[in-house]
């Protein structure tokens, strides 16, 4: 039997790779014989439990505990307890799961209503201790920092410590981490990276809650169009679906997700690969957790090849509408109806944002290179056109913000469907270390720019057609001083969201900085801030009666239209009045207080008004 130590050494040294080949499905990590042992000090018995990651919804505690491989005679159970009058107590139990090495717990009535120190503990002398943060329902502004790109290349950054992104972490103190994807940039030892991963984070992943959901390279292949879970014949995943075996990409998912809430529907998809689309909330802010790769459909052999590879098209006169084909899928149908339940409840919430692995757009026109000029890339939520559409549709009915990675390039987008600016703003984070250089460099000035904004802002089309505004973007620099983080545009955004005023802004911070120190500069054209109403910006129709309500503040108001009883829009109103825009003439119902209360009343047959006519309606309670 081999020693714990001797598996470490295998674990603890992503670079050799020899020793990582176990981890490959997250094996095991039986250490094989024949391997050159290495002059590395002995690992003591003690070093078990590597990270964990947690969050709290609805009262529950998920929390997922990650393990260094065990020894054979070393038990299988990991228990989570939590300091009770100055003594630890144990509030659960779980069995580990050797692929991965990974154990999750679930403990129902957490009270969330103050701080709780945990510890992962295992055996007799094994801990990981942290703090399971009180849910901060009564602070006026929660802060998200997020993340992606975690490159592992030296010549991207890779190698350089991030200690100055856990330090300035912990000066900004957010509510919530974001790690919107790519965590691991290996696609063989999913499992190794991920440890390095959780050491490099971890001293503030232990102690705020954390969502991290996996993209493309995390489950071992270049680009990702997930195709409901079929096999991919190609690690390129151009013909859709995944090309690792499915173990992989479950290990790769469990390690990631099963510490998020529970799936919205948990029916796995092809070959037995979950789902874990869900709902958080947060501070008073209501996150939708999205799989944007896991549904879509792949480009090969369903529209043209127009450049070197089936989803780059280089040609730039071609017609957008030929690749928008039907039966091309972008969320599917399950996460559109999660989205669509998800708009519209606003219980315990006053502001809503959609976490995703990737932007509503085509949003580089550079890729690689200066000169390698991409008119469209099909590896962006800006394809297929119609999906794209459909989901920002169902995502503006909840005046719902965007917080995404995956692209290289940290941009500040107002989204249009039928006009620009009609849908919602995204915000688009730079790589941690940037793998592959992308630029947003446009042939023509952008039109209706706000003074004293760049000629690569202002409202465009972007490749496949899409209306867009730049808000913002961070391309990259020259290397002038060899800087492999700043050239690269590296870095890593915050959004923080203000309930007493419903204001948002973004926030985009290069890396090696002090985010406190007032010399330190954000990405030339941050920050941006807009208001919460903006993130449904399509002009008005008509208008309702305005409603004046008594006995609450703040209410929840929701708009249906009686032509086809669908859901207008949701939204938590600021104060006791509104005026509810409409996008049509015709006759309303409108819901107005507490959803799953008794107050919550409904008023039928409104009749909608022109700008110009007023009306009141009175609701008390």
């Not at 050799?16 to 290495?38: I, N």
């Not at 620099?477 to 492999?484: A, F, M, V």
């Not at 890396?511 to 054209?525: F, L, S």
Request: charged share 25%; glycine share 8%.
């Amino acid at each position: 039997m081999k020693t714990r130590s001797h598996i470490l050494r295998c674990a603890l040294l992503p670079a050799l790779a020899l020793c990582l080949a176990a981890a490959a499905f997250g094996a095991q990590a039986k250490a094989k014989k024949g391997r050159a042992l290495l002059a590395i000090p002995e690992v003591s018995r003690d070093k078990v439990i590597c990270f964990a990651l947690y969050t709290v919804n609805n009262n529950v505690l998920k929390l997922t505990a990650q393990l260094y491989p065990l020894d054979e005679t070393d038990d299988r159970t990991v228990r989570l307890e939590t300091r009770q009058g100055g003594k630890w107590k144990q509030v659960a139990r779980a069995k580990v799961i050797e692929r991965g090495w990974t154990a999750t717990f679930r403990v129902e009535n957490w009270d969330a209503s103050r701080n709780i120190e945990y510890r992962v503990a295992h055996g007799k002398a094994a801990y990981y201790t942290g703090t399971v943060l009180e849910d901060p329902v009564d602070k006026e502004t929660i802060a998200v920092a997020v993340f992606t790109g975690n490159s592992i290349y030296p010549g991207h950054g890779g190698d350089i410590p991030k200690t100055d992104i856990v330090e300035n972490i912990k000066r900004i103190k957010p509510d919530l981490l974001f790690f919107s994807g790519d965590q691991v940039y290996d696609h063989k030892q999913h499992y190794a990276y991920w440890l390095k991963f959780g050491r490099d984070f971890g001293p503030i992943i232990r102690n705020i809650p954390t969502v991290t959901i996996p993209d493309d390279h995390d489950v071992g292949q270049a680009n990702l169009w997930g195709a409901g879970g079929k096999k991919s014949n190609t690690g390129a995943g151009h013909d859709g679906g995944y090309f690792k075996p499915p173990e992989y990409v479950k290990e790769a998912e469990r390690a990631q997700t099963s510490h998020l809430p529970d799936p919205y529907d948990p029916t796995p998809v092809l070959r037995g690969i979950g789902v874990y689309y869900t709902a958080m909330t947060l501070g008073r802010i209501s996150f939708a957790i999205i799989e944007d790769r896991k549904f879509k459909s792949g480009p090969q052999g369903l529209v043209p090849k127009m450049g070197p590879r089936p989803d780059h098209i280089r040609d730039p006169n071609y017609d957008p509408k030929t690749v928008d084909v039907p039966g091309a899928k972008l969320l599917g149908e399950r996460q559109l109806k999660f989205l669509r339940h998800w708009a519209a409840d606003w219980r315990d919430a006053d502001m809503k944002a959609v976490l995703s692995q990737t932007v509503f757009a085509g949003a580089a026109t550079t890729h690689g290179g200066r000169n390698n000029r991409l008119h469209a890339d099909m590896d962006s939520n800006g394809w297929p056109q119609t999906g794209r559409n459909k989901a920002l549709a169902e995502i503006r009915k909840a005046f719902a913000v965007m917080l995404c990675g995956d692209q290289h390039l940290a941009t500040v987008i107002h989204h249009g469907i039928d006009d620009w600016n009609d849908a919602g703003y995204s915000l688009c984070v730079p790589s941690i270390a940037n793998l592959y250089l992308r630029w947003w460099v446009p042939l023509e000035p952008g039109k209706n720019r706000a003074p004293g904004m760049p000629e690569h802002c202002g409202e465009f089309r972007d490749g496949f057609g899409n209306k867009i505004t730049m808000l913002a973007c961070a391309n990259p620099g020259r290397r002038e001083n060899h800087d492999r983080l700043t050239t690269r545009a590296a870095g890593f955004g915050v959004a923080r969201f203000n309930r007493k005023t419903r204001k948002i802004t973004f926030e985009c911070w290069p890396r090696n900085a002090d985010v406190t120190d007032p010399k330190t500069k954000q990405y030339p054209g941050w920050p941006v801030t807009f208001d919460q109403q903006d993130n449904y910006g399509r002009k008005a129709a008509a208008y309702l009666p305005t409603i004046e309500v008594a006995g609450m503040t703040d209410p929840v108001v929701q708009v249906i239209d009686e032509a086809d009883s669908q859901i207008v829009y949701t939204l938590r109103i600021r104060g006791k009045t509104c005026r509810p825009k409409v996008f049509k003439k015709g006759v309303y119902t409108v819901k107005v207080g507490e959803q799953g209360t008794d107050k919550w009343k409904t008023l039928t047959g409104i009749e909608a008004l022109d700008a110009g006519d007023r009306k009141t309606l009175k609701v008390d309670f």
